[in-house]
């Protein structure tokens, strides 16, 4: 990667992983872009870019003359069931467009698919790289059909796609957009700001987490990896941790032990949350590529609480 194009930069991966590839490649040589600006934002270019246009994307890909699109605009998966035109719209008119300009232009692709393309008739537990997919929400099905376009364009006109499926994404720096996983963020925040956490899912809803710096390795990773060992090249199944509500929140008691949580479970996100695999087999990552996460949930609680104190002003515990 010399010259990266970034759509969706202004998401909750978008944020830190437009940051880190500027530490990496140079400011000058990652052009954010997004459907808006945000307020403030002059850390480096930026393109205004709508992925359902393909004359936009054709021509951010001429202007910046970017040989990488790391292709992180999405709906997610709550977001997706109360506006599922707009996320089929987005999700598959977007990884259409970036697959046609990056086969005219000879360019690489990052796919972020996830957990979502798997369905309820996925094995649930230590859920196989090649299994089963029939998702039942409108994320996974846009999902499953992205990790086949680009499949597609490999197989068919050679174009160098890669992609990761991302388990939940847990963060202090960027507040999650709409998925499923988001509890797992919200509830450290309310635990330092009040004790107390009132959580959308029930007790042993248990999903696949990965914390944000090892997803963001994961990426710089896979698309600087010799694809020689390659068997996928796209949807690599990759996850840290599994767990469940009680589970961080027993976690989180280490730190705070008067830390209380409660369940309202939300319907809509417990019937996903119920779809979707309780841990994953990470195997072909780790032999294809040399996936290895750093954090755990005791080391990512103990950073989390640790960061989002600084982050709120909080001193106490």
């Keep these: 990667m010399k010259r990266i194009l970034v759509t969706g930069a202004n998401g909750q991966i978008g944020v830190e992983l437009t940051a880190r590839l500027r530490e990496t490649y140079g400011t000058d040589n990652v052009i954010a872009s997004d459907v808006r600006e945000l307020p403030g934002d002059s850390d480096g270019p930026f393109r205004i870019l709508d992925v359902r246009d ?33 996320a089929w719209e987005i999700n598959i008119q977007g990884i259409y467009n970036v697959l046609e300009v990056a086969r005219i232009k000879e360019a690489a692709v990052f796919f972020p698919s996830s957990i979502a393309t798997f369905g309820p008739s996925t094995p649930a537990r230590n859920t196989p790289q090649d299994t089963v997919q029939r998702p039942t929400s409108i994320y996974g099905i846009s999902k499953v059909s992205g990790e086949l376009l680009c499949d597609y364009y490999h197989i068919k006109y050679g ?17 999650p957009g709409g998925g499923t996983t988001d509890y797992a963020v919200h509830i450290y925040y309310e635990a330092i700001r009040g004790g107390h956490y009132v959580c ?11 914390y944000m710096p090892d997803a963001i390795d994961a990426v710089l990773q896979i698309m600087e990896a010799d694809p020689k060992k390659f068997i996928h090249w796209n949807a690599f199944n990759t996850s840290a941790m599994s767990f469940d509500p009680e589970g961080i929140a027993d976690e989180i008691r280490r730190h705070i032990p008067g830390f209380m949580i409660e369940y309202d479970p939300n319907p809509v996100l417990q019937k996903i949350a119920d779809s979707w695999p309780d841990s994953l087999d990470c195997t072909a990552a780790r032999e294809e590529w040399g996936f290895s996460p750093r954090y755990d949930l005791a080391a990512m609680t103990e950073d989390m609480l640790k960061r989002l104190r600084e982050k709120l002003g909080d001193s106490q515990g």
């Design 54 to 86: 393909a004359n936009m994307v054709h021509e951010a890909m001429e202007r910046t003359r970017a040989d990488t699109v790391i292709h992180m605009a999405g709906i997610l998966s709550a977001k997706g069931e109360e506006y599922p035109q707009l």
């Design 159 to 175: 174009v160098d796609v890669r992609g990761l499926r991302f388990p939940g994404l847990i963060s202090y720096k960027a507040l």
């Design 200 to 210: 959308p899912l029930k007790p042993g809803s248990y999903m696949d987490m990965m």
